[in-house]
């Protein structure tokens, strides 16, 4: 990703650098001088994009990673983020309320609104999290613990 965005920049200043030396002022050449023209054209390249796999192992690259050199709440946190599904989230509560910090916390509050899924936004997203109040107990653990700002 990172190298498709240097790329990217170093063509783009490529073709500022050219499109800005290419013509207009200059020294005046005199009349028995012979000139010769080079026209640059830019070839717009043509356009790539990832597969939905090659995205997936990226990101479970990156997340291995972070985990490897990540504090205990980072990794709790990447875990709650990589869960997919209500009961892998509510699993990790317990440890979140443990080891959570600040960032866990912020993911945490997404979830508790009981409100946003469903037909008319009707029914509660996560459920699994709402019915023993573990949620609202995690949060008020890490709240406790978290310093204000």
């Not at 063509?11 to 500022?16: G, H, N, T």
């Not at 459920?127 to 008020?140: F, N, R």
Request: charged share 15%; hydrophobic share 40%; with cysteine.
């Amino acid at each position: 990703m990172k190298f498709a965005r240097a790329l990217t920049s170093l063509i783009a200043s490529a073709s500022l650098l050219l499109t800005s030396c290419s013509g207009g002022g200059g020294s005046k050449t005199s009349a028995n001088a012979t000139t010769t023209s080079t026209t640059t054209t830019y070839v717009v390249p043509s356009q790539q994009s990832l597969a939905v796999a090659d995205v997936q192992q990226i990101i479970a690259q990156a997340v291995a990673e972070a985990q490897a050199r990540g504090t205990p709440a980072v990794q709790v946190t990447l875990e709650l983020r990589a869960a997919n599904s209500c009961d892998k989230k509510h699993a990790l509560l317990p440890r979140a309320a443990d080891v959570g910090n600040s960032r866990t916390l912020a993911m945490l509050k997404a979830y508790t609104p009981t409100r946003g899924c469903g037909f008319l936004s009707a029914r509660d997203c996560w459920p699994c999290m709402h019915k023993d109040g573990s949620l609202a107990k995690t949060i008020a653990a890490i709240d406790e613990r978290t310093p204000k700002k």
